[in-house]
């Protein structure tokens, strides 16, 4: 059963949120929706999703929505510095670039995005590092996150 179809708008701190408050429900989210494109992700750049660490933990993972100060996020420095010099990729570059039209799309159309999603055991950012970098550039102090925890038997 998807219970995650008929989610509320919040707004905080002018940005509007399409928030799922059930933690059964955002674990679904997760594990079905978001797990797709971070496998995707994964085989893109030639590595094997059955391997991936994070990818590993996810059914391991009690999910909840918090509202966190921005700050307090921390970034993984080998997303923030990966380049592909076959392809020409630059993630900053690009992030920069996606970033400045999520913000226009913010200040022009009201467009309602997802919390970001963060490791409970660290606050490290795993997913929304476009949406990450327009808080920053509006000075946003405070923002939506589904933050998944590891459970411990």
Not at 29 to 48: L, P, Q
Not at 64 to 88: A, E, W
Request: charge should be neutral; charged fraction near 30%; include cysteine.
């Amino acid at each position: 059963m998807v219970r995650f179809l008929n989610t509320p708008v919040r707004r905080l701190e002018g940005i509007a949120y399409w928030v799922i408050e059930d933690p059964e429900a955002i674990y679904d989210f997760i594990n079905t929706e978001v797990k797709k494109e971070w496998e995707a992700d994964v085989r893109s750049e030639g590595r094997d999703a059955r391997e991936d660490s994070w990818l590993k933990t996810l059914s391991k993972r009690k999910w909840s929505l918090v509202i966190t100060k921005t700050h307090l996020i921390k970034l993984d420095p080998g997303i923030m510095n990966y380049v592909n010099s076959k392809t020409g990729y630059d993630f900053a570059q690009r992030l920069a670039e996606r970033s400045a039209q999520l913000h226009r799309e913010i200040k022009e159309f009201a467009h309602v995005i997802w919390p970001v999603i963060v490791g409970g055991e660290d606050m490290q950012l795993i997913d929304g590092y476009c949406r990450y970098a327009t808080f920053k550039t509006m000075n946003v102090s405070r923002i939506y996150a589904y933050v998944g925890a590891m459970v411990t038997n």
